[in-house]
């Protein structure tokens, strides 16, 4: 009978399980996250070489899904799990900071599995929302308050430099005055635990022949690099707001 149970081991039948339970399944970028993977023993002893966690980006490009594994994460050495035993494996984590935030087209998870030799390695999936980085989010408002609305957040690919195959850019409209200067701004942004790096494209809004004759060349774009310190972020961000509003108003002409 145990000969069997191996044998059907080696095919998921009657084979360990894996269960994660996060802390909490909302994180902002660079954060901790805090979970524990629960594995329950099957029929057979089985010998566990490795407990990893995969962060797992899903995102369309050409008209198909791609899984992209942005880290991985090994969480044990080998144990073995006896039939019906039940083993708790605590973790610890750092979400990357530039892990992307989650969007309606941009789900984003943990990929717990059980390397298990001559078997059906069995594994978890468990969804995760990331929100900004705190340096962000402050930046995010501070552009809010100088007279811009985030409209969208969309994945780019090839155009910016990442160690991923894409990276995400904020496109935001102008409101008020700036609204006859710009049609659109793109922002993609670098997070760093001290600085932080702001590549900016501005699309110029014609407003004369010379305008007219730069749209129709695709010239209006004017891309900017602006750099965010630890200090521009204090006082609610004044720094950041003066910097902005002094780059843009410059460009906008």
Known sequence: ???????????????????????????????????????????????????????????????????????????????????????????????????????????????????IAMAVNPDDTDGIEVIPHHNLEQVLKVIERIGFQLVSIEFEFEKYFSRHPFIQVFRFEPSGDLSSKLNMMDAVFYVGEEEMEI???????????????????????????LQVTKEDLENDGAGVEDKLFDLIDEHSE
């Open 1 to 115: 009978m145990s000969m069997f149970n191996k044998v059907l081991a080696r095919f998921g039948v009657g084979n360990a399980t894996v269960d994660t339970r996060l802390k909490q399944t909302r994180h902002r970028q660079g954060s901790l996250i805090e979970g524990e993977v629960h594995i329950q023993g099957g029929q057979v002893d089985q010998v566990v070489d490795e407990i990893y966690l995969f962060l797992v980006v899903l995102y369309h490009h050409e008209n198909s899904q791609h899984e992209y594994v942005m880290e991985e994460f090994r969480l044990s050495e080998v144990i073995t799990i006896g039939p019906a035993e039940s083993k708790v494996i605590p973790f610890e984590i750092q979400l990357p900071q530039d892990t992307p935030l989650t969007t309606s087209g941009c789900p984003i998870y943990l990929k717990t599995g059980l390397d």
């Open 199 to 225: 590549i900016l494209l501005l699309d110029r809004r014609a407003t004369d022949l010379l305008g007219s004759l730069e749209e129709a060349l695709d010239l209006d774009k004017r891309s900017l690099r």
